[in-house]
């Protein structure tokens, strides 16, 4: 299924300054968890190797995700605000390599469509 069918009513668009990167906020729990990370600049070797993994894509829309095993992903074309379970709001804009952890949830807002390369591990 397209993640477009699964599109969320009511998205609320994010404030600009979120839309500059990774921001961290917290909800108030002191546990250490890993969160997703975004590198928009990441080292070529890695980029060389993301582009020889499928690819995933779909139209602007908004749908909530689960993961249960680790996702790095490169995005090719497209934008999208990921808002983590913990608060991280991770911008993904073309070359942004980006993982999300294993057992985490979120809401992927894609802006304009979207293209990745995906690895799951």
């Given at each position: 299924?397209?993640?477009?069918?699964?599109?969320?009513?009511?998205?609320?668009?994010?404030?600009?300054?979120?839309?500059?990167?990774?921001?961290?906020?917290?909800?108030?729990?002191?546990?250490?968890?890993?969160?997703?990370?975004?590198?928009?600049?990441?080292?070529?070797?890695?980029?060389?190797?993301?582009?020889?993994?499928?690819?995933?894509?779909?139209?602007a829309s908004s749908f909530p995700w689960s993961y249960g095993s680790?996702?790095?992903?490169?995005?090719?074309?497209?934008?999208?605000?990921v808002t983590m379970d913990d608060g991280t709001v991770v911008e993904?804009?073309?070359?942004?390599?980006?993982?999300?952890?294993?057992?985490?949830?979120?809401?992927?807002?894609?802006?304009?469509?979207?293209?990745?390369?995906?690895?799951?591990?």
């Amino acid at each position: 299924m397209r993640a477009s069918a699964l599109a969320r009513p009511g998205a609320v668009a994010r404030p600009a300054a979120v839309r500059r990167g990774v921001v961290r906020r917290s909800r108030g729990s002191t546990a250490a968890r890993a969160s997703a990370t975004a590198d928009p600049h990441p080292d070529a070797s890695l980029v060389a190797k993301a582009k020889q993994w499928p690819t995933w894509g779909c139209d602007a829309s908004s749908f909530p995700w689960s993961y249960g095993s680790q996702e790095t992903c490169l995005v090719i074309e497209g934008e999208a605000l990921v808002t983590m379970d913990d608060g991280t709001v991770v911008e993904l804009k073309p070359g942004t390599l980006a993982t999300f952890p294993a057992g985490s949830s979120c809401v992927w807002d894609v802006t304009q469509a979207l293209t990745k390369h995906y690895s799951f591990s």
